[in-house]
């Protein structure tokens, strides 16, 4: 079956930094993506990793391991708008006409940022 | 880039009524279309998949003449409560497939839409 697996909740102070792990296990891979949800909010979009590696936007980093089915989103320099939720979505390779695109998501977790 | 819009953003309702909810992608064209719904403090639900032309597919356990989906052009989905209750009080959010420059397509999510039904 799919899987993902993300811690449910990390606390750190702010100006620290967090890494939030995710592990999947999903029939196939085309992609893995992470999401910030503020509490009332819709999800934003804010990384997504193909290959394996690391990719760096700002104060956010991903990074990808596909033989470990590993990812992590690194947080720098927290701040306390940082403070939502996370997820972490999967996007499953060999598509059929009804699952083109459909994402696994993780449960998210709960970054709390503190002074 | 990859702006997507919903309306309305807050509706309540009595319980029977019919609410539609629109989901627009505004700078680009998205042949499909997701719809989710999240009670408060749980993770997205998956509703069903938009495709551009032709049925949704809806997920296990989601009734499809309860919650009609409709996706006529590669701009708009819409989703339809029909005789809502209560239960189906929610925050209800669409999201809209946008392929990058190497293929892979990325979701893209609207504002959401509480539903809140009296």
């Known amino acids: 079956g799919q899987n993902i697996d993300q811690p449910t909740e990390m606390t750190a102070t702010e100006g620290a930094i967090v890494q939030i792990n995710c592990t999947y296990q999903?029939?196939?891979?085309?992609?893995l993506f992470w999401y910030q949800q503020h509490a009332g909010e819709a999800p934003t979009f804010l990384s997504y990793?193909?290959?394996?590696g690391l990719e760096e936007k700002g104060r956010f980093s991903s990074f990808l391991s596909r033989s470990k089915g590993y990812s992590y989103l690194l947080l720098k320099e927290l701040q306390m708008k940082d403070s939502a939720s996370y997820l972490c979505?999967?996007?499953?390779?060999?598509?059929?006409?009804?699952?083109?695109?459909?994402?696994?998501f993780g449960a998210g977790t709960q970054v709390v940022v503190t002074p | 880039g990859a702006v997507v819009s919903q309306h309305p953003s807050r509706v309540i309702c009595k319980s029977g009524t019919s609410v539609k909810i629109e989901c627009r992608s505004l700078?680009?064209?998205?042949?499909?279309m997701f719809w989710y719904r999240q009670f408060p403090k749980q993770s997205l639900m998956l509703m069903a998949t938009?495709?551009?032309?032709?049925?949704?597919?809806?997920e296990q356990g989601v009734e499809k003449d309860k919650f009609l989906i409709n996706h006529a052009s590669l701009t708009l989905s819409t989703l339809t409560v029909t005789s809502a209750h209560p239960e189906d009080s929610s925050f209800y959010i669409c999201?809209?497939?946008?392929?990058?420059?190497?293929?892979?397509?990325?979701?893209?999510f609207g504002p959401g839409t509480r539903l809140t039904v009296l």
């Open positions: 999201s809209a497939s946008r392929p990058d420059t190497s293929g892979t397509d990325t979701q893209y």
């Open positions: 999903t029939s196939g891979f085309n992609g």
């Open positions: 990793n193909v290959l394996d």
């Open positions: 979505a999967v996007s499953p390779s060999a598509p059929t006409t009804d699952s083109w695109g459909k994402f696994q």
């Open positions: 700078d680009f064209q998205a042949t499909t």
């Open positions: 938009s495709n551009e032309g032709s049925k949704a597919t809806y």
